[in-house]
């Protein structure tokens, strides 16, 4: 159910399976910068005009973000005020490779009287549209994804419409599946910013270190910590690096 818009939100084993580890030992580990990310963040939301209070976080998820998607060799641009738009979500997720979004999020109603899961854009004032899961399945077309992170309330649940929104399978592979170079992070329930910020230091610093994906999540959830009720979710592949394009090697992923 959607709730109020203005609300008080501050604050899961081996290698991959041999065949994908013989392919993608032939990828270097560095990329051309060819490979775009974006990353978008409502700060106007988190304002004291709309939200009643100063909320400092998104100013650093912007750029902890930023640097960790640069680090893991995506092209990355990072957009927030009046430049994240639902227009701009759309116009550019046909060539992203890598997402992220801090913003609220939730299952929205659409005009064709169904709920999908999205997030509100930030426009630089209160009144901000809903980019739903739905427009941006049709704007990508199917298009691969690599690493994508919905820093938001509720759009890691077991019915987000929003991975497949970006072509990533609502799928766990671990041990000798392989599902390709796609991961995905969402949370659960009622999400503070305080908290957000506690998982995603520790992923971003996990991925940093050369951990895979599946095992920075893990880090970052089991070490607790967190001011409130907290836990997110994960699809996609458990043994992969998250570095950018077709495929990567991940040195320390076991």
């Not at 998607?69 to 227009?87: D, E, H, I, N, Q």
């Not at 994906?213 to 009720?229: C, E, I, M, N, Q």
Request: charge should be negative; proline fraction near 4%; hydrophobic fraction near 40%.
């Amino acid at each position: 159910m959607e709730r109020p818009f203005i609300d008080r939100r501050l604050w899961r084993r081996l290698a991959p399976p041999i065949l994908a580890l013989t392919v993608l030992a032939a990828v270097a580990p560095a990329v051309d910068g060819g490979y775009q990310a974006t990353v978008d963040v409502n700060d106007t939301a988190f304002d004291p005009v709309c939200l009643g209070f100063e909320d400092t976080y998104p100013e650093k998820m912007v750029a902890a973000a930023t640097a960790a998607y640069k680090r893991l060799g995506y092209a990355t641009t990072s957009f927030t005020g009046k430049a994240f738009t639902r227009a701009h979500v759309l116009a550019r997720t046909p060539a992203d490779w890598g997402y992220y979004v801090h913003s609220h999020g939730d299952r929205y109603l659409n005009s064709d009287g169904r709920r999908y899961s999205g997030f509100r854009e930030d426009s630089g004032d209160c009144t901000q549209s809903v980019v739903f899961s739905k427009d941006i399945a049709a704007r990508r077309a199917g298009r691969q994804s690599n690493l994508v992170v919905m820093s938001t309330c509720h759009l890691g649940e077991a019915d987000t419409t929003m991975p497949a929104a970006f072509a990533i399978q609502k799928d766990k592979a671990l041990a000798l599946e392989w599902n390709g170079p796609e991961f995905y992070v969402g949370y659960l329930g009622l999400a503070w910013d305080s908290d957000e910020w506690i998982f995603e230091q520790r992923f971003w610093d996990a991925l940093a270190s050369g951990r895979g994906v599946g095992a920075a999540f893990d880090l970052a959830l089991a070490r607790g910590g967190f001011g409130h009720a907290f836990d997110a979710d994960w699809w996609g592949s458990y043994y992969w690096s998250g570095r950018a394009g077709p495929g990567s090697v991940c040195a320390n992923c076991a």
